[in-house]
């Protein structure tokens, strides 16, 4: 029998142009459902624009069509048509008009430039005609936007049109991640160098990507915006230790009686343009809230603190339904130099409340001790299939 180990440099080479293929197809499929996606809000925000100059008080109009479109569109869609993403669509077209559409189109093609159509006229001839969103031009148009959805919401946070297409520019020049450009903007690049004596030296600079700045391919489909847009269930757990904890974590919980209701796991919030993950959310029948929990591989610090009481203000905004007490969060750290539990509980409106959660709620020094053990055995269980793994 031919050897098939990794030692055999056929099946090696074998392996190993299997893998590029995959890798290289993950990327493709990533990169087209981002164009895609990109090609159909830009299209979204086209329509919405047109709705709006049809009303009288177009303020007033356009912000009643956002809301019956994110109504009517949430249930027929599900995620991701909310009225401020269906907004951020709007603002889309407008800081990407068609005729700056219309230039890169034309100077990828060399056919004729593209020119905007309002329902009930026809395109000019030798024009090519930019249609509605059902339109098969819909994989032409996604050709106009080579960055990923992601990157043109972080762009329009920028005001200054100038200033917004150099880091558009930048970013296509250097191949920036969503996460290099984020940092970017954040650190005024643009002001920075347009006062630096040595401009060269700064974009050449700009161009290293920094550890933790690549994107893999399966990170670019988990991005929320396309799990959002194929509307596709979105937990995930960036670790097989944090992973284990979570579900060890939700059974026991579970077990301690049917006070706890189990609600969601990686529970996906936004703010502003950031993202957020909880990582477990239950509800407590007898205190009638929500209890948020969040899991920390490291140790505690103030910033966890601070995250947890962000989460509950979220929670008690938007998922807290009426008549149900304010949401408890719950901070669980597993680090290997000491495991604790505590629960935030400053944010309820009075100390009576605070004492009866604490009374019913699970001891914190029980949880802190079910995490240790339950972290020692999955370092046991991680061990013990590594030795297996050598000896076979």
């Known amino acids: 029998m031919k050897d098939l180990t990794p030692?055999?440099?056929d099946y090696a080479g074998v392996h190993g142009d299997i893998v590029a293929l995959l890798v290289a197809a993950r990327?493709?499929?990533?990169?087209?459902?981002?164009?895609?996606?990109t090609a159909t809000y830009w299209a979204i925000g086209r329509r919405v624009i047109e709705f709006e100059q049809g009303g009288q008080d177009r303020a007033a109009y356009g912000q009643a069509l956002l809301k019956r479109l994110s109504a009517d569109l949430s249930a027929r869609f599900g995620?991701?048509?909310?009225?401020?993403?269906?907004?951020?669509?709007?603002?889309?077209y407008l800081a990407w008009p068609p005729e700056h559409i219309s230039q890169t189109l034309s100077a990828k093609s060399g056919r004729p430039p593209i020119s905007q159509t309002v329902s009930g006229e026809s395109a000019k001839p030798g024009?090519?005609?930019?249609?509605?969103?059902?339109?098969?031009?819909?994989?032409?148009?996604?050709?106009?936007?080579?960055?990923?959805?992601?990157?043109?919401?972080?762009?329009?946070?920028?005001?200054?049109?100038?200033?917004?297409?150099?880091?558009?520019t930048e970013a296509l020049r250097c191949g920036w991640s969503v996460r290099q450009l984020d940092r970017?903007?954040?650190s005024q690049f643009y002001e920075r160098i347009a006062l630096s004596r040595n401009k060269a030296a700064m974009l050449q600079k700009a161009e290293a990507a920094e550890p933790g700045d690549l994107t893999t391919p399966e990170q670019a489909l988990k991005d929320p915006f396309v799990l959002e847009f194929l509307n596709l269930k979105d937990e995930y757990?960036?670790?097989?230790?944090?992973?284990?904890?979570?579900?060890?974590?939700?059974?026991?919980?579970?077990?301690?009686?049917d006070d706890f209701a189990f609600v969601g796991r990686q529970r996906r919030l936004r703010l502003d343009d950031s993202w957020f993950r909880v990582d477990l959310l239950f509800f407590h029948r007898r205190l009638r809230c929500l209890l948020v929990i969040d899991l920390k591989?490291?140790?505690?610090?103030?910033?966890?603190?601070?995250?947890?009481?962000?989460y509950l203000n979220y929670a008690r905004e938007h998922w807290t339904k009426p008549g149900e007490n304010p949401p408890v969060g719950l901070i669980l750290c597993a680090s290997k130099g000491g495991n604790e539990a505590r629960y935030a509980l400053d944010g309820l409106p009075n100390q009576v409340l605070a004492a009866e959660y604490r009374t019913v709620l699970p001891d914190e020094k029980l949880l802190a001790e079910e995490l240790e053990k339950t972290r020692g055995e999955l370092e046991a269980r991680r061990i013990g299939r590594g030795d297996d793994a050598e000896r076979t």
């Not at 990327?27 to 996606?37: D, E, H, I, K, Y």
């Not at 995620?79 to 889309?92: H, I, K, W």
């Not at 098969?136 to 200033?163: C, G, I, K, M, Q």
Request: aromatic share 8%.
């Open 7 to 9: 030692a055999n440099p």
């Open 27 to 37: 990327r493709s499929a990533a990169r087209s459902v981002n164009a895609l996606m």
């Open 79 to 92: 995620r991701g048509f909310s009225e401020r993403n269906l907004e951020q669509m709007r603002l889309f």
């Open 127 to 168: 024009h090519l005609q930019i249609r509605s969103v059902a339109s098969p031009d819909l994989a032409t148009l996604a050709t106009a936007f080579p960055l990923p959805w992601s990157a043109y919401v972080r762009l329009l946070s920028v005001r200054n049109e100038h200033t917004r297409a150099f880091y558009e």
């Open 184 to 186: 970017q903007i954040n």
């Open 237 to 257: 757990s960036e670790s097989e230790l944090e992973d284990g904890l979570i579900r060890h974590l939700t059974d026991f919980l579970l077990e301690l009686g």
């Open 297 to 310: 591989i490291g140790k505690f610090s103030h910033a966890d603190a601070g995250q947890m009481h962000m």
